[in-house]
């Protein structure tokens, strides 16, 4: 696990920090949450382009959140927490044990590449890659890359969730 994430965040020193906001830690009372259902159409839409690019719509939604962050962090180069589900990597009987398996782990973007093709590609293998991670702690991650503690490797994240009832209506 540590080789994976050393790969993937050896070489970051500077955290992602959307709009320069460096105090990012605390109790949490200046959070700020949006949680947003894209419509059917669009949604469908995504799931064509998926398809046809031979990858997962989370990987577009992905690389749309990273071109954000590279925006409002001046950066092409982004690191930003995915929610994982924990569940595919889970073990024998995962499928019957109760409780939340859920985990947050970093994903480094690229934005420098010469095409949506190749990025969004890129990620996909990335996400991927990152399955197979999703039970490590964010604590590990962050020691792989070059960010000094205190400072967080990335204060955005993504929670992306592919609703099968949005198919249905």
């Not at 080789?3 to 320069?20: H, K, S």
């Not at 200046?30 to 799931?47: F, M």
């Not at 293998?125 to 039970?135: D, F, G, P």
């Not at 604590?139 to 000094?148: D, I, P, T």
Request: aromatic share 4%; net charge negative.
């Amino acid at each position: 696990r540590q080789a994976f994430f050393r790969d993937m965040l050896g070489d970051i020193d500077e955290p992602t920090l959307p709009f320069g906001m460096h105090d990012v830690q605390g109790d949490g009372r200046g959070i700020e949450e949006v949680h947003h259902l894209v419509d059917l159409q669009l949604s469908n839409r995504l799931r064509q382009q998926a398809r046809q690019l031979g990858i997962s719509a989370a990987s577009l939604v992905h690389l749309a959140w990273a071109l954000v962050l590279g925006k409002v962090s001046a950066t092409d180069d982004v690191v930003f927490g995915t929610v994982l589900l924990g569940r595919m990597q889970g073990g024998e009987g995962a499928d019957r044990a109760l409780g939340m398996f859920i985990n947050t782990l970093p994903l480094r973007v690229s934005l420098d590449l010469h095409s949506v093709r190749r990025s969004v590609s890129n990620i996909h293998e990335r996400l991927t890659a990152l399955l197979a991670h999703e039970h490590a702690s964010l604590a590990l991650a962050q020691r792989c890359s070059g960010v000094a503690a205190p400072a967080p490797l990335f204060s955005a994240l993504l929670n992306y969730r592919h609703s099968a009832a949005a198919e249905s209506n």
